[in-house]
Nanobody, 128 residues
Framework: QVQVVESGGGLVQTGGSLRLSCAAS????????MGWFRQAPGKDRDFVSG????????FYADTVKGRFTISRDNAKNTVYLQMNSLIPEDTAVYYC?????????????????????WGQGTQVTVSS
């Protein structure tokens, strides 16, 4: 059974930083691209960042580029999202997801339906 568990969310002031972690089990983590998405109240779920199975390529939404950094440690089955210079617009529930096909990367990395397994999410709140 695949489990995806996010952690590291919390309340932070504008300009602050948080580091989210996503621990995956029950699947060969190192074979799959991973993604971070977020959903603010009343809004659709949006792509935030992605990383290929081998960590060689990373992808970011324009809204977070230059502020967020995604990384992974395949030995620990964990992917991270370092979030700096946070702004109130970053307030959302952040979800981690595992892509459905192993060793596969294409241009649809930002599409939620490309991901097979999702965590429960972790709340990030940025106060002004």
């Amino acid at each position: 059974q695949v489990q995806v568990v996010e952690s590291g969310g919390g309340l932070v002031q504008t300009g602050g930083s948080l580091r989210l972690s996503c621990a995956a089990s029950g699947r060969s983590f190192s074979k799959y691209d991973m993604g971070w998405f977020r959903q603010a109240p009343g809004k659709d779920r949006d792509f935030v960042s992605g990383i290929t199975w081998n960590g060689m390529m990373t992808f970011y939404a324009d809204t977070v580029k230059g502020r967020f950094t995604i990384s992974r440690d395949n030995a620990k089955n964990t992917v991270y999202l370092q979030m700096n210079s946070l702004i109130p617009e970053d307030t959302a529930v952040y979800y981690c997801a595992i892509r459905g096909v192993p060793y596969y990367t294409d241009s649809y990395y930002s599409a939620g339906d490309q991901y097979a397994y999702w965590g429960q999410g972790t709340q990030v709140t940025v106060s002004s």
